[in-house]
């Protein structure tokens, strides 16, 4: 069975940083590209990053661009997000996702929440 | 980036009916490769999102033929048929064809 655990959210100050974990098992995640996706409070979904199975390339949502890093280690099974310079609207829950397809994901984690305020 | 359309944004149903979510996007949703990546997640309340239907048609692993999804080009439909009480939720289109991906802004279903 699939399962993907986030951990590391919290609450934080506008301008600091925060770094999110994800343990995956159930599948080989070294043969799988990782998603993060966040849902602001009552709000819908917005995509925000991808990285490869292999590391060998990342990809950003505009929106974070600059200011979050994904990064994976496959010896342990865990995929990060890295987020510097936070703001309010990056308030919201952060998924991270089993990547399927083209571009789509099959298996989600429950979630860790992000609150940025002062 | 692409936007994707859903309506209606809630969706009064009567377990044992039969409803339509549709979604439109911005642009053809057709890849270059011939295949058309719009999918369907259902995100019950308290839960992360769950895949339903993914390449337009398809039923991911589980998902009960109750679900089916259909369409082409910019304008596709979900139908859930025989509505049990685990089908509440909201339900989000996704584009994957173009870069970023985007989903669809939900459609809650509810009972009436």
């Known amino acids: 069975e699939v399962q993907l655990v986030e951990s590391g959210g919290g609450l934080v100050k506008p301008g600091s940083s925060l770094k999110l974990s994800c343990v995956a098992s159930g599948f080989t995640f070294s043969s799988y590209g990782m998603h993060w996706i966040r849902q602001a409070p009552k709000k819908g979904l917005e995509w925000i990053a991808l990285?490869?199975?292999?590391?060998?390339?990342?990809y950003y949502a505009d929106s974070v661009k600059g200011r979050f890093t994904i990064s994976r280690d496959n010896s342990k099974n865990t995929l990060y997000l890295e987020m510097n310079s936070l703001r309010s609207e990056d308030t919201a829950m952060y998924y991270c996702?089993?990547?399927?397809?083209?571009?789509?994901?099959?298996?989600w984690g429950p979630g860790t929440m992000v609150t940025v305020s002062s | 980036d692409v936007l994707m359309t859903q309506t209606p944004v809630s969706l009064p149903v009567s377990l044992g009916g039969q409803v339509s979510i549709s979604c439109r996007s911005s642009?053809?949703?057709?890849?270059?490769?011939?295949?058309?990546?719009l999918h369907w997640y259902l995100q019950k309340p308290g839960q992360s999102p769950q895949l339903l239907i993914y390449r337009v048609s398809n039923r991911f692993s589980g998902v009960p033929d109750r679900f089916s999804g259909s369409g082409s080009g910019t304008d596709f439909t979900l139908k859930i048929s025989r509505v049990e009480p685990e089908d509440l939720g909201v339900y989000y289109c996704?584009?994957?064809?173009?870069?970023?991906?985007?989903f669809g802004g939900g459609t809650k279903l509810e009972l009436k």
């Open positions: 996702a089993k990547r399927t397809g083209y571009w789509y994901f099959d298996f």
């Open positions: 990285i490869y199975y292999d590391s060998s390339n990342k």
């Open positions: 642009q053809s949703l057709v890849h270059s490769d011939g295949n058309t990546y």
């Open positions: 996704l584009q994957s064809t173009h870069f970023p991906p985007t």
